[in-house]
């Protein structure tokens, strides 16, 4: 072997053990790219389960805003209700009650009129009385005798 001969192995020699030590960089720097890129995988999927979970909460509370706007809407309702009906009542008794003293007042005038029709018929002995628009007319009946 000659000295070019041998300059030339040992830059062959040397290409071969840079490219052994290249190849055994690639695969280690293929696992860290597959690695990281399976870890910026996994951080997008674990945002999206996050924000999944997030949307999800921001619609049950919504829900159950709604329902409770629901149930505090028929309760107003409920309680409108109940208040108009309690008035309607109240009304009808307080028209009852006007009814009856009404009944009541005609029915002590009438005892009053009788009692004095009554009065005035013990003190004028016979004779009749009439009540006639408040007011009393007493009529004697004088019994005419044929002559």
Known sequence: MNSTESSLNVQNSE????????????????DERLRLAQARVREIQRRKLVELRESIERSEECRRKQEEDRRKRIEETKQRDEQRRANVEER??????????????ILKKMAERTSKLEQIKLR??????FVFNNCIILCTMRRHMPQ
């Open 124 to 129: 004028k002995g016979s004779g009749d009385a």
């Open 92 to 105: 009808k008794k307080k028209l009852m009650d006007e009814e009856n003293e009404r009944k009541q007042a």
């Open 15 to 30: 290409a071969v053990v840079s490219s052994k030590g290249n190849n055994a960089q690639k695969p280690k720097e293929h």
